[in-house]
């Protein structure tokens, strides 16, 4: 850990590609004949909690997903601990957005979360008790284990989105990637998914979350990743969540007065 | 008659169709069942009208070969290539067009269906082989139904159900969440087109027995039932599979016990009486339990914010609202409260403030999501936890003249 922590104040550019979690070159993924997301590097930094910010329609989900292996890039590679992503997909655990599914599905709280052990389990293999008893520690980690055998559709939306969040601790991966997972939760979620979160990072852990609330970046992440569409600055808060990095991802979106303001509040 | 029929007494035929449309009801409502989790059940009819140009051709190269046209293991192998093909022209427009799913299947539909439709008019002006009866597989036509035809679909049902055991787990993923079980490296094309390709073998197992137009009814019906009657994807699928076989005994047993009854038809007619059944009377989601649980609801209403108004000395007004109170007991005719009124109103009054404490604390999280305003507190708390609230007010108010 103690090494781990003095390799976070380094610039990112001299870490070594085979040490780090979740590295990105090249990435261009295209709807369409237009980029969303265009010659992208990241280099994610081992034990870190990285936000992925910018604004609306800048590419941040069609990134994670492009890191996931969910959509197909033009060109690029990502890389996993320093080998191809399809050898390491066992590492990655994946919250989408909590708006991506339909909540009517006929299941329950418990179905889901076993959904993260389809790995340990197998295609066509059995479902053991040991299974189910971690699947349900699992929700007992995010406070949801009074729910498990709740029909989804009862859930509220941060309840929704601590089943998704149980669902990839059941995978036990090394890396957590999350889309938006504080969009519409309300304040005790927020807090039950960031001490959740935070644990993880304790055990060595990284995380790399889409984020929209400008506010509490420094309060939650070590690092940030600014992209709009190309990528804006990469490093520490302390380095890259500054008043001009911002200017620069949101343009005009965010009054100046914003930004000084934030950049107040970061010292 | 009925009743002869319903116990297999009608005759050889008889009982080979009855036995053939269960497997095959059975078959396709589990198979179905996937289709409509994933949210695709239409493909399914474009899948089934694409099967149709495929049974010409097979006639036409049967016949040419010097065989006999109407082979139904030729002819089905023919069908399931031409839907094949149709459902690969289905994946390719939706996924390389900007067009829509909905517009792609009805384009593959229609095209396919024409075609079809073509060459059994040019079959039947060409007078080779004994072409009379390819148009039963629109419909189905099982009176000439053979032992091999029985074997062909009795073995088709259940190679589709063996494989459906196996892929129930990773066709659930995927139906519930693609983009997740894509993440997690499940080869989600894959799985999409083994489901497409179950459908494909229970549409043409289906061609001799309901035909290529009313399949689709017994793929899709069957799932809608059973959702009304389960939460849960696993129990979707059984009660599928038993509505799609009861409905394909029941309906072969109708149409044995009279004379022109046609099978396929009255198969589907069946399933949509054990679908409207459950859309009525099904416990949970049929309509007349939402009504009632409704009407029950409304009056809980009523009585809980006529008991607070009693409980605070505030006047009520609605009539419904006095008439409820009255009919419990709890006020008079004049509208004062009885003794019993005001014991009740005193415990409502503190069980509000009970909740407030149970909902500001995390601890109570999931009892408290079950607050809805009306419900017991001691229903979802144990009396420990509302000892520890009532602690937490402080004693007892007393109960208000």
Known sequence: MLEL???????????????????IRGLTVSYGEKPAVFSVDMTVQPGSMTAIIGPNGAGKSTLLKAALGVIKPLSGQVQVFGRPLDEQRAQIAYVPQRASVDWEFPTRVIDVVVMGLYRDVG??????????????????????????????????????????LARALAQNAAIYLLDEPFAGVDAATEKAIISVLQSLRAEGKTVVAVHHDL????????????????KIAEGTVADAFTAETLQATYGGRLATAQVDQLALALG | ?????????????????????????????????????????????????????????????????????????????????????????????????????????????????????????????????RQAGLEGFLLGSTAGMLWSDAVVIAIGGAVVLALITLLRRPMTMVAFDPEYAMAQGLPVNRIDLAMMGLVMAVTVVGLKIVGLILIVALLIIPPVTARFWTERAERVVLISGAVGGLAGYVGVAISASAPNLPTGPIIVLVSFVLFAISLLLAPGRGALAVLIRHLRFQRQVHMRQGLLALAQGQPIYESLTLRILRRAGLVRADGVATDAGKGRAAKALRDEKRWEVARADQAHEAAAQLYDGLRDIETVLTQDQIADIDRHIGGPQGIPA
């Not at chain 1, 922590?5 to 550019?13: D, M, V």
């Open chain 1, 5 to 23: 922590a003095t390799e976070q104040g380094k610039p990112l550019t001299e870490m070594d590609l085979a040490d780090s979690p979740l590295a």
């Open chain 2, 1 to 129: 008659m009925l009743w002869d029929a319903l116990l297999l007494q009608l005759g050889y035929n008889a009982t080979l169709v009855a036995v053939g449309a269960t497997l095959l009801g059975i078959a396709a409502g589990v198979t179905g069942t996937f289709l409509f989790l994933r949210k695709r059940a239409l493909v399914s009819d474009a899948i089934s009208h694409a099967t149709l140009p495929g049974v010409g051709l097979a006639f036409i190269v049967m016949v040419l070969l010097g065989g006999e046209g109407r082979n139904l293991l030729g002819l089905l192998i023919g069908s399931a290539i031409s839907a094949g093909i149709g459902l690969l022209c289905l994946n390719w427009l939706t996924r390389n067009t900007r067009l829509a799913e909905d517009a792609a299947i009805g384009a593959v539909l229609s095209v396919f269906f024409g075609f079809g439709i073509v060459l059994l008019t040019v079959i039947q002006s060409m007078s080779i082989g």
């Open chain 1, 215 to 230: 506010a509490t970046v420094a309060e939650y992440f070590d690092n940030v990743f600014l992209i709009n569409t190309r």
């Open chain 1, 123 to 164: 295609l066509m293999g059995r479902l053991r008790k040991q299974h189910i008893s971690r699947a349900q520690a699992c929700l007992a980690r995010v406070g949801m284990e009074d729910f498990a055998d709740r029909q989804i559709g009862q859930l509220s939306g941060g309840q929704q989105q601590r089943v998704f």
